[in-house]
């Protein structure tokens, strides 16, 4: 008796299984599908990349693994990746700037471009914030220039190159100079700031607990629109400098994989971004809501990336 | 700030039985982690993290807390026993734990880095719960200009580790900044040196170059060394004296004053962010050899520098947390992984972390001393089962460590590259030693080397590249007039040494 019962309940999870609208009927990875991360364990990006996979390994029922390539921000990765078969096994994730930037600077040296690739989709969009200390005496971009300007010049951090050029536009089309320090990410940047050594610098989230404890002050958003959790402040292009940086996390296979693995790829990432488990890690990494611009999407925003980075980072 | 019912809920959920299993399963696999060369704590924690997802918030980080802590007592293990530290910051541990260990007391050795490592982080999380606010906030004000004149101060002390020679001495540090200086640099993020592989623009990989020239080389001069008889890789006792396999008190509170200074250098050096463990246990011991009676018996199996070394860079850990908690900026890689764990789940180090989360906090402070307590207690027993393990005959330890490191480095650097890395590092470390080139000179310059140049670029930013600033800041005089003070020291004292 209680064997029938266990039977019929196999039977019963059997049909809805069956019955439950998956793509994976259509396609399926033939071995384990590989996830390679283009950053170092333990960073947003992995972080991101590892609870994605732990997602995408539930609503599938396929076997992912997860591993980490770092090197040139995510350059050696796109570099290997770009070096091996479309055999629809191993997916690359990483940052969209760092690639753009390295392909604008020293294309010629590397084996791949942005069509060397199939993508797959976005899972998030970093904020990039510049930001000072509650007492500094400025409170937008345009009373920082003009600080500047009085002073002789200002001690501003930054993490990576983007943020260097942004500054030297804003050098450009002001006429303002800046002592540029360059941190070891955005953490060093809220120390330099704390402790007083620059009057303002850039963060991509670690400034988040100084302006809920009212220590620090938004000045500016780099990114193209404002930001979504200081929307009052303006970007550097409404501030009159014609410059910003768009970071976006996205997935891509090696250009010519099988479009069904692509399809259904795809199709379990983007549900996978859709999962309350992954919006909550994406928040806490980000400080936004995950947002997948699918495969259409993801390679407009490389190639429409790669436009404004020549732009802005031509030699 | 916190109040003290709070404090105690907190401290109070750190002894939950569950966050003691936590805690215990924690600091049994960081020992074993830590002292399987090659693996270390590090790599440890960035495994387990995906790991803790799903479970509450304190446990979790009970639970790599207790890696943490577990790893360091561990790395002392193979660098004391077989003279293959497992990390960097244990290669101090081996000047002079492994020639004790090679006299016939490898259980005195072990236990004396166990007993100090644990003195040195128990005072360190005391600072940590007591004083970090204040302490923080002194951090900050060390700007660009003053890390670079107390990075000037380390590589002073460092002196003192020089030994007989001092033209192979500066050809060793030199060295090592030149591979330090290797990838991108770090104000135009140009590459250098990477000879079109783009695995090398991050730089070489810091566990390679460790285990390759600390780990393989040692093994391949022990397996040089061999000739086909099946000797035991140390011998775990040779006399009946009990006192060759236990610290009595006496021996212990000897080295009351080393272990002090050691933990007060560690709980400094972690305090700042980015130094990190190995330049503080070198630092202390160069000073605990400095300003010894008896200098020629350092590096001949004396128990001081085994405290000097373990009690320095278990103090790191304890004070790394002092910035990440207060400021949310992580002083080290291990730091680093916890700041990503508190971020998953939910917790933001920063200025607002005690007051939002102040029983969370202070579980982990409980959860830190009870990590001591039972870290004390899984040593006890592990030790015994080291000893056992390299009791073994040579060839099998030697050959399972070298495969240990294979795996290791390939896990830690993501595949085959740094495997290549390693290799051509146990070779360079091999020839090094082999003509009397310091190795720890080398390490310390390549671990130091990253740090010191960023400071002399964003310092040199900050003022236009004009030198005259530095005048400006006392902090900085001061600690290069005292570089200059423990220069003349250290050399005179080496020089003493030599003479007797």
Not at chain 1, 171 to 195: H, P, Q, R, S, Y
Not at chain 2, 97 to 115: C, D, E, I, S, V
Not at chain 2, 147 to 160: E, K, P, Q
Not at chain 2, 268 to 295: C, E, R
């Amino acid at each position: 008796m209680k064997l029938s019962k266990n039977l019929v309940a196999l039977a019963a999870s059997a049909v809805m299984a069956l019955t439950a609208p998956s793509f994976a009927e259509d396609w399926a990875p033939d071995g384990p599908l590989t996830i390679e991360i283009g950053f170092g364990a333990g960073g947003s990006t992995d972080t991101m990349g590892r609870v994605l996979a732990e997602v995408m390994k539930e609503n599938t029922g396929w076997n992912i693994v997860v591993e980490n390539k770092p090197g040139g921000g995510g350059v050696a990765m796109f570099t290997g990746l770009s070096q091996r078969p479309a055999d629809g096994k191993t997916i690359g994730m990483g940052v969209s700037i760092p690639v753009l930037v390295q392909l604008v600077q020293r294309g010629d040296q590397l084996p791949f471009n942005v069509d060397s690739f199939d993508y797959l989709g976005t899972i998030a969009k970093a904020e990039l914030a510049l930001v000072a200390s509650k007492d500094a005496p400025f409170d937008d971009l345009e009373g920082m220039i003009a600080y500047a300007k009085e002073k002789g010049t200002l001690p501003v951090a930054t993490m990576a190159p983007p943020q260097v050029l942004m500054m030297k536009q804003t050098k450009a089309t002001t006429g303002a100079e800046f002592n540029l320090v360059t941190a070891d990410g955005g953490a060093e940047v809220m120390k330099l700031i704390l402790g007083g050594q620059v009057m303002a610098g850039f963060g991509s989230g670690e400034q988040f607990p100084y302006l809920e404890s009212g220590d620090m002050k938004v000045i500016a958003s780099a990114n193209q629109s404002r930001l979504s959790y200081a929307p009052e402040a303006k970007t550097f292009i409404e501030s009159g400098v014609n410059a910003y940086v768009d970071p976006v996390f996205f997935l891509a296979m090696k250009a010519g994989t099988d479009a069904e693995a692509l399809k259904a790829i795809s199709a379990a990432i983007d549900e996978a971004t859709k999962a309350p488990a992954f919006a909550e890690i994406v928040q806490n990494a980000v400080k936004g809501a995950p947002i997948n611009m699918g495969p259409e999407g993801a390679k407009q925003m490389m190639v429409d990336g790669l436009a404004n980075a020549k732009i802005l980072f031509a030699k | 700030m916190v109040d003290f019912s709070t404090m105690l809920a907190g401290f109070g959920d750190a002894l939950s039985f569950l966050n003691l299993a936590f805690i215990l399963f924690g600091v049994v696999l960081g020992q074993f982690v830590g002292a399987v060369p090659g693996i270390g704590p590090i790599m440890a924690m960035a495994i387990a993290i995906p790991f803790t997802f799903g479970l509450d918030p304190l446990p979790a980080i009970a639970f790599l807390v207790g890696v943490n802590k577990g790893g360091l007592v561990g790395g002392a293990v193979p660098a004391v026993l077989m003279n293959t530290p497992g990390t960097p910051d244990a290669a101090a541990t081996a000047m002079d734990g492994y020639p004790l260990a090679k006299q016939g007391k490898p259980l005195k050795a072990t236990k004396m880095a166990l007993f100090s490592s644990i003195t040195g982080d128990t005072f360190s999380d005391i600072v940590l719960i007591t004083v970090s606010a204040p302490l923080a906030v002194l951090a900050l004000k060390m700007g660009p200009i003053e890390v670079v004149a107390l990075m000037i101060f380390a590589f002073s002390i460092l002196a003192g580790l020089i030994g007989n020679s001092l033209a192979k001495g500066i050809i060793s540090a030199a060295f090592g900044l030149l591979a330090a200086s290797i990838g991108q640099d770090p104000e135009n993020f140009t590459p250098r040196l990477i000879f079109g592989y783009w695995d090398l623009f991050d730089g070489l990989a810091l566990p390679s170059v460790a285990i390759g020239m600390l780990a393989i080389s040692e093994i391949l001069h022990r397996l040089s060394e061999a000739h086909g008889n099946l000797r035991p890789a140390i011998i775990a006792k040779n006399t009946d004296n009990p006192d060759d396999s236990r610290v009595t008190w006496a021996e212990y509170w000897s080295c009351r004053v080393t272990m002090l200074r050691g933990a007060i250098i560690g709980t400094i050096l972690g305090a700042l962010p980015g130094i990190g463990s190995t330049a503080a246990a070198f630092m202390s011991y160069a000073m605990t050899k400095a300003s010894s009676k008896d200098p020629g018996s350092f590096g001949k199996g004396n128990i001081h520098g085994i405290a000097a070394s373990e009690s320095a860079n278990s103090a790191v850990v304890g004070a790394n947390l002092i910035p990440l908690l207060t400021l949310g900026i992580p002083g080290s890689v291990g730091a680093a992984l916890i700041i990503s764990a508190f971020m998953i789940h939910g917790m933001q180090p920063g200025p607002l972390l005690f007051e939002n989360q102040g029983r969370l906090v202070y579980g982990l402070f409980g959860a830190m001393i009870m990590a001591n307590f039972v870290n004390l207690w899984v040593g006890q027993l592990g030790l015994r089962l080291w000893v056992k393990v390299v009791s073994a005959p040579e060839s099998i330890i030697f050959s399972s460590a070298l495969l240990l490191c294979f795996v290791g480095v390939s896990m830690a650097t993501s595949g085959l590259f740094g495997v290549a890395i390693m290799l051509i590092f146990a070779i360079i470390g091999y020839l090094m030693t082999s003509f009397g080139y310091s190795l720890v000179i080398f390490i310390i310059a390549f671990f130091l080397g990253p740090r010191f140049e960023k400071s002399i670029a964003q310092s040199l930013a900050l003022t236009n590249g004009d030198m005259t600033q530095v005048l400006k800041s006392p902090v900085a005089v001061a600690l290069l007039i005292l570089s200059v003070v423990s220069l003349v020291w250290f050399l005179r004292t080496n020089a003493r040494v030599e003479d007797e």
